[in-house]
T-cell receptor, first 112, second 115 residues
Framework: GQNIDQPTEMTATEGAIVQINCTYQ??????LFWYQQHAGEAPTFLSY????GLEEKGRFSSFLSRSKGYSYLLLKELQMKDSASYLC?????????????FGAGTRLAVHP | DSGVTQTPKHLITATGQRVTLRCSPR?????VYWYQQSLDQGLQFLIQ???????AKGNILERFSAQQFPDLHSELNLSSLELGDSALYFC??????????????FGPGTRLTVL
């Protein structure tokens, strides 16, 4: 089966660094996405990893270890607007087509 | 703005009723995906269409159905509605069905409330 685990909630201070972990078990792994979602709004794409290693994009970085079924999203220089849910999503190739399976999300609260 | 549009933005209806949610993908995108997001279950994949044909199915109930039309817009039909169907329904689109990089762009969602 498919399983994605991430912490339910995290808190951090403005200006700090926070790391959100995601572990997964899936067949036909074909990439891992991180999305940001503010309450009541659409998810927006943050990052994509398909090979092991770190992808850096401004204040956000994402890491993947396929052998460990593990990824993390690193947010630096936290701002109040970073308060949102962060969704880890695994793309699984099955029957020749991709499916995107989402974790339940990590709700991040950034405090002054 | 992702370029994906969904109508209506809000929908309030009663149990037992039937509703249709509409989605227009980004220009040029051939794939449309439907997701349900309720408070206690996160984002659940329902179904995917590619160029008019069903491609992948997730946790979609038999009371729900979808289709993609020749102009590539898609509709999600929900029938015999129950209180538990109250949720945010998102549509997403992407250029293809299978590719090495296939980011999905999400629409603003339709909030369905079943009373």
């Amino acid at each position: 089966g498919q399983n994605i685990d991430q912490p339910t909630e995290m808190t951090a201070t403005e200006g700090a660094i926070v790391q959100i972990n995601c572990t997964y078990q899936t067949s036909g792994f074909n990439g891992l996405f991180w999305y940001q979602q503010h309450a009541g709004e659409a998810p927006t794409f943050l990052s994509y990893n398909v090979l092991d290693g770190l992808e850096e994009k401004g204040r956000f970085s994402s890491f993947l270890s396929r052998s460990k079924g593990y990824s993390y999203l690193l947010l630096k220089e936290l701002q109040m607007k970073d308060s949102a849910s962060y969704l880890c999503a695994v793309r699984s190739l099955s029957g020749g087509y991709n499916k995107l399976i989402f974790g339940a999300g990590t709700r991040l609260a950034v405090h002054p | 703005d992702s370029g994906v549009t969904q109508t209506p933005k809000h929908l309030i209806t009663a149990t037992g009723q039937r509703v249709t949610l509409r989605c227009s993908p980004r220009s040029g995108d051939l794939s449309v995906y439907w997701y349900q997001q309720s408070l206690d279950q996160g984002l659940q994949f329902l179904i995917q269409y590619y160029n008019g044909e069903e491609r992948a199915k997730g946790n979609i109930l038999e009371r729900f159905s979808a289709q993609q039309f020749p102009d590539l817009h898609s509709e999600l039909n929900l029938s015999s509605l129950e209180l538990g169907d109250s949720a945010l329904y998102f549509c997403a689109s992407s250029p293809g069905a299978v590719s090495s990089y296939n980011e999905q762009f999400f629409g603003p969602g339709t909030r369905l409330t079943v009373l």
